[in-house]
Structure formats: C-alpha cells, structure tokens
C-alpha cells in the first residue's frame, strides 16, 4: 500500500531518528515530499510511505506512541481555474511553493507538493481554493 | 529632439498606422535601440494593471417608484448604500461589508453581481416622508438592466508605486497586504511594476485629468486627482516617486464593463476590496517621454513598510527594485524572505495587450489632458484643527 502522511513531531522528538526506525523496524520505502524539523520547535514531515499493510499499521502505531501526530492525505486542496484571476498572493504562503507563478505569471498548483496547511484558503482574495474531502 | 502631438498621434490611429506597444515591450524597445530611436518608432505605449483598490464605488440611479420616495436607508444584498443625495441615487463604496455575511460578502461583491447581470435584492426605507417622496419603503430586486444609471466613481485608484509590506513582529499579521507572516515570513507588493500606469510616467506628462483610459473592460476617465495625491514625494534620478506618490480619481459605465476585469476581493482579517483593470495609453511625444516609458523593473524601485507598526508613518525596512521584488525572494536581515504580488501581473498585461489593440484598431483614439495633475499639493495625515494654529 502507498499514502501520503503528514507526521508532525513534538519538540522533543525532533532529535530522534525517526525515519530510520521506520525503515529499518517496519520495511517501509519514505519519500519525503516536505521537512521543516529544527531542534526544540515542533517538525513536520510529509512524506509518501509505501510498504505491507501490516508493517504499515504498526509504524503508524509506534509513530503514535512516540507523541507523533499522523495525518493522512485524503484530502486535496482545489483551485478554481475560472474564479482565480492569478494574483499570485498565495504563493506567498505557501511553504512547499506547491502553487507558484510559471515565468509567464500564469498560477500553477502542483498538488504533489501541497502539505494541506491551508494558509492559501484563507490567503486567497476570491476564495478560489478550497479543500476538498 | 523629435516632438510629436496627441493630435498627430491620433491622426495615424484613424489611417491604421500608429505603432502601439505595450510598457512591457517598450522596456525592450528602450533597452535594444535607446529613448531616442524609441520616440521615432513609436506612437503610444500601452500601460496595465489590475489590483485591489479599495477606493472604489459606484453611483446607481433606480428611477423613482410610485408613489414616489426618498431612498434614505438603503441596502443591496444586506450592504449598506450611501443615500444622502437626491431621491433615488445612491453610492455603493467597495468596501462595506454585509448585514448578514460581514466580509465575505461585501460592497465590491455587490458591484461583481451587478456587473454580472445578476439580481440584487433591494431594500430602502424612508423615515420621512414628505409630500414630494411619500412612499416610506420599497423591497425588490433589480438589475444593472432594470435601472437607470450605474457607473463606478473609484475617488482612489492607480496608486503611484505603492509600499511593499512585511512584518516584523513575532505574530501573523492580517492586513490589506494579505496574510503577513511572522519575524518577515513574506513580502506583499501590490503593483503591476514596469507596466503600471503612473510609474510609466512618472512626472505626468501625459497623463491628466480627462484623459480617456481603459476601465474594468470598458471606456473610461480619469476625472480627477485621487485621493491622498501625494505628488511631493522623493522622486529618483528619473523623476520616479520611491514609494507610494500619485493617485487617479476614475469613472466609468459600469453596464458595459466586465467581471475580467472587476472583482471583488476580501481580504481575511481586513475586510473587502476591489480589484480595478486600468490602461492608460501614453503617447509618445518625445524622447523623455518614451525614456521613462521603458523604465525596467531594475530601474523602478519601492520601498518595504514594517506592518508590525501600527502607525501612519511605518518604519521602512528597506528599498528595493521590482526586479527584485519579482524575482521571488528579497533579503531582509541576510535571510532570503518570499515575496508575493497582490496585482494580477497576467491580467495587467492583457490589459495593456486589450488596449493596444483598441487603438491599433481605430476604436480608441487619445485625448490632450483637460487639466494636468497638481504636481506640489501636499499630502498630510489627520490634522485636528487648532485655533489659532498654521
């Protein structure tokens, strides 16, 4: 199986190698999209985890028991093509740039990227994004 | 050094042979063959830009119901309109929020819909009827085809090179430069840079009061200085305000216009705006002329406002070029900071492609200003008067 998971670490585990258990202790193949960890500040990794089934839902379980929040991506962030009008004020807060400005300042949202923090819903002077479950 | 007129320029549009081109390909034109070559060559630039203008409004006239009456309470969609004037005129200004929907639903929504042809709920009131206007209350909808006129009146618009904006504090911001994220997470900038109106000519020469323009997909004019005309400021080696100086008062029939071209925008934690599609047409008298109507974004710079001051004089963190500012990143205290416009740098451009080609089509034809902008008018902030002082 294969998802796309946010992890977010307490302060205090942000020292702790993580991503090494997982693929070490449970065969799980990680790719991380997104890391932002600094020691002492809340980490957040996204990450598309691929493995057994089985193997998958005990990680899930450790990562738990380590304080670790879990989040799966089944979610998408839409942007509304014909309500947009490409200001491009989004893209300011968006901290993967999954949407960005092409060199032609047309807005492009590369959902690969997107991390669902939402900053851009409430960024978006025409409320032309949205999340969609 | 070769002088061209308005009207010889306007004599070549009506044959087909004025050569138009946009600020952004004048940029180009200046660079590869020099202003001097430029003024030759070309006829009129085209300028463009599409931004939140929060000094936005229209003028609505319902035509009178029967029996007559004074519309003195007055909402659109649950928005608040102006009716301190005769019976049935009123102001809807962009920026008021809804009884019911408060933001997210505001004056600029209401002006969207009305463009749209969609149906407005009208309700007005009147507590005192007279026996010119005794009618004391009417509820109904209308559309931009069921009244009589309807034209937009923006008594601020075209900001001459607005501030940039970041935040200091250690707390996200909310502002009308959008969302301002913590110890400078982002710079906002709202401009449409080395295609914008009044940065492509800078001491307005050619711009003035009169002047016919593209507004919001249709003809318009500036009719006005706008508010807060702030001409006096520092100006660079090339006559260009370094922060925010010249503003345009603007009109407009809004029964012709589009919603391309005007959009109602909130702005979380702020409140609504209007996004305004202006063109100005520059023509190019002279090399001076067409000099500052290729001014690059390395030549045109701002400066960037600390919105973590809640003052009327922000502290300015530092300048900055557009080139910069478009790049993508700046560097505030040796840290490379995002940045982000707030104008559409797209739709600013179609329209100042849409307004070459009225031109290059003969459908629009320029005009001498009727008055020129003050260029000395001071700009001061609240001054409560004092008697006996200056």
């Known amino acids: 199986m294969k998802k796309?998971?946010?992890?977010?670490?307490?302060?205090?585990?942000?020292?702790?190698?993580?991503?090494y258990?997982?693929?070490?202790?449970?065969?799980?193949?990680?790719?991380i999209i997104y890391a932002k960890i600094e020691q002492g500040e809340t980490g957040v990794l996204v990450a598309e985890i691929r493995g057994k089934k089985e193997e998958f839902n005990k990680a899930v379980e450790f990562l738990s028991k380590q304080g670790i929040r879990v989040q799966f991506l089944a979610q998408d962030i839409i942007l509304d093509q014909e309500r947009c009008m490409e200001c491009g004020l989004c893209?300011?807060?968006?901290?993967?740039?999954?949407?960005?400005?092409?060199?032609?300042?047309?807005?492009?949202?590369d959902k690969e990227k997107c991390i669902l923090c939402e900053n851009c819903i409430q960024t978006c002077p025409t409320r032309s994004i949205a999340l969609r479950i | 050094m070769a002088q061209k007129t308005i009207?010889?320029?306007?004599?070549?549009?009506?044959?087909?042979?004025?050569?138009?081109v946009t600020a952004e390909e004048?940029?180009?034109?200046?660079?590869?063959?020099?202003?001097?070559?430029?003024?030759?060559k070309v006829d009129v630039v085209t300028t463009g830009t599409f931004g939140p203008m929060c000094s936005s409004g229209a003028f609505l006239n319902f035509g009178h119901t029967n029996p007559p009456m004074k519309f003195f309470e007055v909402y659109l969609n649950e928005v608040v309109a102006y009716g301190g004037l005769a019976a049935c005129d009123v102001y809807i200004g962009a920026t008021q929020p809804s009884e019911d929907r408060g933001i997210e639903y505001g004056g600029a929504h209401v002006i969207e819909d009305l463009i749209a042809g969609k149906p407005i709920r009208l309700a007005a009131y009147n507590k005192w009827p007279t026996d010119c206007y005794p009618g004391t209350e009417i509820e109904a909808f209308i559309t931009k085809d069921t009244i009589n006129e309807a034209y937009l009146y923006n008594p601020r618009n075209a900001y001459q090179n607005y501030a940039a904006a970041t935040n200091s504090s250690?707390?996200?911001?909310?502002?009308?430069?959008?969302?301002?994220?913590?110890?400078?997470?982002?710079v906002t900038y709202s401009t449409a840079a080395q295609l914008s109106p009044l940065l492509k000519d800078p001491e307005y020469r050619t711009i003035g009061i009169g002047t016919r323009i593209f507004l919001g997909?249709?003809?318009?004019?500036?009719?006005w200085q706008g508010t807060q005309h702030n001409p006096t400021r520092?100006?660079?080696?090339?006559?260009?305000?370094?922060?925010?100086?010249?503003?345009?008062?603007?009109?407009?029939?809004?029964?012709?216009?589009?919603?391309?071209?005007?959009?109602?925008?909130?702005y979380t934690g702020y409140g609504c705006s209007l996004f305004v599609g202006v063109g100005i047409p520059i023509p190019v008298l002279d090399e001076d002329v067409a000099h500052k109507a290729g001014l690059s974004d390395s030549e045109l710079k701002t400066i960037i406002l600390d919105y973590a001051v809640p003052s009327n004089s922000r502290p300015i963190i530092k300048e900055v070029t557009y080139a910069e500012l478009r790049s993508g990143e700046v560097e505030i205290n040796g840290k490379k900071v995002k940045t982000a416009p707030l104008t559409s740098y797209a739709r600013s451009r179609e329209i100042a492609e849409q307004l070459k080609s009225w031109i290059k089509e003969g459908r629009f034809n320029l005009t001498e200003p009727v008055a020129p902008l003050p260029k000395d008018s001071v700009f001061r902030p609240f001054t409560p008067y004092r008697e006996g002082a200056e």
């Open chain 2, 7 to 20: 009207a010889e320029i306007n004599e070549k549009i009506k044959k087909g042979e004025a050569v138009v």
């Open chain 2, 217 to 223: 997909g249709t003809v318009g004019y500036i009719v």
């Open chain 2, 170 to 186: 250690n707390r996200t911001l909310k502002t009308y430069m959008g969302i301002l994220l913590p110890n400078f997470g982002n």
């Open chain 1, 4 to 19: 796309k998971v946010v992890l977010t670490f307490p302060p205090k585990t942000v020292t702790k190698p993580i991503t």
């Open chain 2, 234 to 266: 520092k100006r660079d080696e090339n006559g260009v305000p370094v922060g925010p100086a010249g503003t345009l008062a603007l009109i407009g029939n809004l029964k012709e216009m589009s919603t391309r071209y005007i959009r109602a925008a909130t």
């Open chain 2, 26 to 40: 004048m940029v180009e034109i200046v660079k590869n063959e020099g202003a001097k070559k430029a003024a030759q």
């Open chain 1, 91 to 109: 893209t300011g807060v968006c901290p993967t740039s999954a949407l960005y400005l092409d060199s032609d300042w047309h807005i492009q949202f």
């Open chain 1, 21 to 31: 258990h997982l693929v070490k202790d449970y065969n799980l193949v990680i790719n």
